[in-house]
C-alpha cells in the first residue's frame, strides 16, 4: 500500500521559505510522478509541482516557479518543494501526492502566510 508522508507546514511570514519532505513508501513500482497540490481556503485543488521518477524532469506550475522549486532524494524515497518569496496567497493545504495509473495522496499540511 503506498504511503506518503507529508512535514513542513507552518506560519511564516510574507517573503519567508517553507521546505516540505514528503516520504514514500509502500510500492515497489519505479516509474511514477511524484509532487505537490494546493487548495486555499474557498478555491479548488491547484497543481503546484511535480517530478518523474524516471528522468528527473520537473513540472512547477507557472505561477510559482520563479519561487519554488522541487527535488528528489532517490536513496531517501523522498521528495522536496522548497518555497520561497511567500505570499499571502500561498495560505492553503498542501497535500504531496504520487501518480501512477492513480493517484496517491498523503495527508494535508496547513501553511498559512501572515502580513
Known amino acids: 500500500e503506498v504511503q506518503l508522508q507529508a512535514s513542513g507546514g507552518g506560519l511564516v511570514q510574507t517573503g519567508g521559505s517553507l521546505r516540505f519532505s514528503c516520504v514514500a513508501s509502500?510500492?515497489?513500482?519505479?516509474?511514477?510522478?511524484i509532487g505537490w497540490f494546493r487548495q486555499a481556503p474557498g478555491k479548488e485543488r491547484e497543481g503546484i509541482a511535480c517530478?518523474?521518477?524516471?528522468?528527473?524532469?520537473?513540472f512547477i506550475n507557472y505561477s510559482v516557479k520563479d519561487r519554488m522549486s522541487i527535488s528528489e532524494d532517490d536513496a531517501r524515497e523522498t521528495v522536496y518543494l522548497q518555497m520561497n518569496s511567500l505570499k499571502r496567497e500561498g495560505t492553503a493545504v498542501y497535500y504531496c501526492?504520487?501518480?501512477?495509473?492513480?493517484?496517491?495522496w498523503g495527508q494535508g499540511t496547513q501553511v498559512t502566510v501572515s502580513s
Open positions: 501526492y504520487l501518480r501512477r495509473a492513480r493517484d496517491y
Open positions: 509502500g510500492f515497489t513500482f519505479e516509474d511514477y510522478a
Open positions: 517530478i518523474s521518477s524516471s528522468d528527473g524532469s520537473t
